[in-house]
């Protein structure tokens, strides 16, 4: 790898400066008020790693200075004993932001140096600071394939310090690789690791996502579904269509598959939840084709009471004459098999009832005026229903 040097020492001291290591009595003996950098100079070696240390208000660029000042001098005081601990610390210390030429630096000191801890330092700092030079990207991804190759004796924290650095670069070319780690039996913290990687990376992950929605298997479709909800700064929008395409896969997969697997039941109930509470209008007509599957659910007790009703009262998020449609003609059934063998399921009927009184529309009128009618369902069931008939809206528009 070509390192641009130049840039490196732009931001050097003249060598000759060195000679001030070796003297500490030399910043005594003048009355100025020296800068962090100059004070860093002036010290000795040992109290040079005091100073990064404890330095208040140091700005970035004066920990690149010092670090290219430990780096440039290696020939000279690489075997004194607190270098490496200098070296280290000082790479440590770099954070946000950076100045051209840094991340050569970083990969320059990652190249000439064998120690594993400097090594280790170098990546943990492309997680932290602003890397401009698009190399990084390779050379991170070169050390995560590396390790993902080695199969056995990996190491956990170089592992982790390369995912984290490709949350930070930001390269989201790299998403579908990382997904395909966390199906892989690695430790805890190399699963945690590729979790906020992906977090970091989610606003190019959605395309990701809705692929293997696609294509994936049901347990990478139930991996990428948690692993949207569950990352705290998700986009509700790009959410929300990853729900929508989830619920729609499913429903299909429901007219192919008589035996559908609870797990995926409850996937699909998921994916309804998350639709429900974004309020996702668009996608009303895949809640109601789901509807008539949770119907269907519900009457083969695939699917709970709770839940059926609270699909059942969710559908008042999608406020359409549709939507109304749906839910009157599924009352006047219900009502219908009342007649026929006196049958009800009262807290399925309150739902129905309660929702089509939400949704305000008064095309409803007739069928719930028919439930008050019936003289043998319950009272909580007709004041339910007189109730309803009173929050019906005449101006009722989609």
């Known amino acids: 790898m070509k390192i641009n040097r130049t840039k490196i020492k732009n931001f050097i001291l003249p060598a000759i400066i060195f000679s001030i290591l070796i003297n500490p009595t030399f910043s005594q003996e003048s009355d100025a008020d020296p800068s962090p950098y100059g004070e860093f100079v002036a010290a000795s070696l040992h109290d040079k790693v005091a100073i990064v240390e404890n330095a208040q208000n140091a700005t970035q660029l004066f920990y690149e200075q010092a670090l290219s000042f430990v780096y440039e001098n290696k020939s000279v005081i690489e075997d004194y004993p607190d270098y490496y601990v200098l070296l280290i610390t000082t790479i440590k210390k770099l954070n946000h932001g950076g100045t051209e030429g840094i991340d050569e630096l970083l990969l320059q000191i990652y190249h000439d140096f064998e120690d594993y801890s400097v090594k280790l330092a170098v990546i943990e700092a492309f997680s932290k600071i602003d890397v401009q030079n698009e190399s990084v990207y390779d050379f991170v991804m070169s050390l995560l394939n590396e390790e993902i190759n080695k199969k056995e004796n990996i190491s956990v924290d170089v592992f982790v310090a390369c995912l984290e650095a490709l949350g930070n670069i930001k390269n989201s070319d790299c998403t579908d690789l990382i997904f395909s780690l966390m199906k892989e039996d690695y430790a805890p913290e190399i699963k945690a690791a590729c979790k906020a990687t992906l ?167 007739d069928t719930i005026l028919y439930v008050m009618s019936y003289k043998d369902y319950p009272r909580e069931l007709i004041q339910a229903s007189n109730a309803a008939l009173k929050k019906l809206r005449w101006d009722f528009d989609d």
């Open 199 to 365: 977090f970091q990376l989610m606003d190019d992950f959605y395309t990701a996502a809705s692929n293997i929605i696609d294509t994936g298997t049901f347990e990478d479709k139930k991996m990428i579904f948690e692993l949207i909800n569950e990352n705290p700064e998700k986009n509700l929008k790009s959410t929300a269509e990853i729900a929508e395409i989830l619920l729609s896969d499913t429903i299909i997969k429901v007219e192919e598959d008589a035996d559908f697997p609870e797990e995926q039941i409850k996937l699909q109930f998921d994916a309804f939840v998350c639709l429900k509470n974004a309020k996702w209008t668009k996608a009303t007509d895949v809640v109601l084709d789901y509807f008539e599957v949770a119907r269907n659910e519900f009457e083969k007790n695939l699917l709970s009471e709770d839940n059926y009703c609270f699909v059942i009262e969710g559908l008042k998020e999608f406020s359409t004459r549709k939507t109304c449609k749906v839910l009157t003609d599924y009352l006047a059934s219900q009502y219908n098999q009342t007649l026929e063998n006196g049958e009800y399921n009262l807290n399925v009927l309150l739902s129905v009832i309660n929702t089509l009184g939400d949704l305000g529309d008064n095309d409803a009128f």
